[in-house]
């Protein structure tokens, strides 16, 4: 199971058929502030985890991480290809995506995405 957190840099996976303890998968380099308003402004704020279908490269689909939008920083997602067992294989690729967020922000006065699905 894959937990994305909107205060970190990295994405929680636990084992679904064991009680053993959980991991981290490193999204982002860096490192956060400590202090919560300092933290507040630097994070990454990913809001929405989603499954993609195979394609390309990609044979057995990817997780996709998206940003809440709601700032500059924010507009950028993670691609973590996925192995035939649905286990993450691929070193975390940084996506920009303003192409889809910048056209929402013209349309709405304040961008915040809190969840994303695949559909088609």
């Known amino acids: 199971m894959y937990v994305i957190t909107d205060d970190d840099l990295h994405l929680g996976v636990f084992p679904v058929r064991s009680s053993g303890p959980g991991g981290l998968i490193r999204l982002f380099d860096g490192v956060l502030p400590q202090s919560h308003?300092?933290?507040?402004?630097?994070?990454?704020d990913l809001e929405a985890l989603t499954l993609i279908p195979p394609y390309s490269d990609l044979c057995f689909g990817a997780l996709l991480a998206i940003g809440s939008g709601s700032r500059s920083n924010r507009k950028r997602g993670v691609l973590l290809g996925?192995?035939?067992?649905?286990?993450?294989?691929?070193?975390?690729?940084?996506?920009?995506?303003?192409?889809?967020?910048?056209?929402?922000?013209?349309?709405?006065?304040?961008?915040?995405?809190?969840?994303?699905?695949?559909?088609?």
């Open 37 to 44: 308003d300092e933290r507040k402004k630097q994070k990454p």
């Open 82 to 120: 996925l192995d035939a067992c649905g286990t993450v294989c691929t070193a975390p690729r940084i996506v920009d995506l303003s192409f889809i967020l910048d056209p929402l922000a013209a349309e709405f006065p304040q961008v915040n995405i809190e969840g994303a699905v695949v559909a088609g």
